[in-house]
């Protein structure tokens, strides 16, 4: 059996489930048809069901060793710009991250390996997870069982970063630690023509944001890496009158626990501090989302061996300030996140993820397929 000449048996069939995952975006949680269409699937080929939320474990196969495979499934809050005939039929909802790809991938493995069941020198899972972006579908599915008995685990994400085609392959850390943060700043409304009887939360709402930004100029180590963006600015409806309040939305990424910590310390002392210093109050909140994602040297070195046996194309990828809540499957299971190449100038295929014009090549989804039916074989043959 080779992996590749499948996947190309069913390239089409896996282009036309992306396009109908694609038109039929749902948001975090919302996975009611995606997840019915993944159930069907899974339940004619032969796999063995777990419902959990909006999310599907698929078993098949007997045997000591287990290894699991992941596709997220949700969509992000966008509004597709995109003049394709597979556009978002939804309004203010698209898949701009490629998860529409993910789950087609991992469904054309799932054929593949239904198949070939009787080749199996193990157990195959199949995760199909919900509710990744912000939602940390992750520990939802964790805790419905998705890592019992599981002895490796393996995902895949679309990248515009690399040539289309190219399999990425990381050691040690990939993406980022991430968290969010909300600040309110709370002055004292008045008259545009009167600031001295106010206190006018905007100017020291704009004096908040440049202060968060000394915090990785100033209070991260140069030699390591960190990230504070402010998103999200409201305050205000018109043109002479001072608010009484702004509200701040943004977030922050690390790699380092002991980074992270002093971030989310030095932006509680500065939003606080700032509006202290000019009579006004803040209120706050500043939460962790996700952990760093660090592969297993041992997993991404089984993943580029694997590569190589059916001389699929694969290199280096370069570390992301992304994140990503496949950390937490990383935290319990030896495994790797590997990136497949989606970027084809040729096609105007260049907007980066969560873009309203973002999108994928479709001509080389069957590499994904390919790759994850091979890393579960090769996996199992050990």
């Known amino acids: 059996m080779n992996p590749i000449e499948e996947a190309l048996k069913i390239k089409d069939e896996i282009i036309a489930w992306r396009r109908d995952f694609h038109m039929h975006p749902e948001l975090k949680y919302e996975e009611e048809r995606t997840s ?16 959990v939320g909006t999310g599907i474990i698929g078993d098949i196969g007997e045997g000591e060793k287990t290894i699991a495979l992941r596709a997220d499934m949700d969509a992000l809050p966008v509004q597709e710009e995109n003049d394709v005939p597979y556009r978002s039929r939804i309004p203010g909802k698209m898949h701009a991250c490629g998860h529409d790809a993910h789950t087609a991938m991992l469904l054309g493995a799932a054929k593949i390996i239904a198949e070939h069941a009787d080749e199996l020198g193990g157990k195959v899972r199949l995760i199909f997870q919900p509710a990744e972006e912000g939602g940390n579908g992750a520990l939802k599915m964790i805790e419905g069982g998705a890592l019992d008995g599981v002895d490796a685990i393996f995902g895949f994400h679309v990248w515009m970063d690399l040539p289309s085609g190219i399999i990425g392959i990381r050691d040690g850390p990939f993406l980022a630690g991430a968290g969010f943060f909300e600040a309110k700043v709370i002055g004292k409304g008045g008259h545009g023509a009167s600031p001295h009887e106010a206190i006018d939360p905007i100017p020291i709402a704009a004096e908040t944001v440049l202060a968060l930004q000394t915090i990785v100029s100033r209070n991260v180590n140069p030699i390591e890496t960190g990230v504070v963006s402010v998103t999200a600015i409201n305050g205000g409806t018109t043109f002479n009158v001072i608010p009484e309040e702004v509200t701040l939305k943004g977030t922050f ?23 202290k210093t000019h009579g006004a109050r803040a ?100």
């Open 253 to 275: 990424r690390y790699y380092k626990p002991e980074v992270g910590e002093m971030i989310k310390k030095r932006m509680a002392e500065i939003i606080e501090g700032v509006a």
């Open 36 to 51: 019915r269409i993944v159930e069907e699937h899974l339940r004619e080929w032969g796999y063995k069901i777990k419902r």
């Open 283 to 382: 209120e706050f909140s500043i939460n962790d989302l996700v952990p760093p994602t660090i592969n297993d040297k041992a997993m991404a070195d089984f993943a580029r061996k694997v590569a190589e046996k059916y001389r699929l194309r694969h290199g280096d990828v370069a570390m992301s300030m992304g994140a990503e809540d496949f950390a937490y499957y990383l935290q319990r299971v030896p495994g790797a996140f590997l990136a497949l190449g989606i970027r084809n100038e040729g096609k105007g295929i260049v907007h980066p993820h969560h873009h309203p014009k973002f999108d994928v090549d479709e001509d080389v989804l069957h590499l994904g397929t390919a790759m994850e039916v091979a890393l579960a074989f090769e996996f199992l043959k050990d």
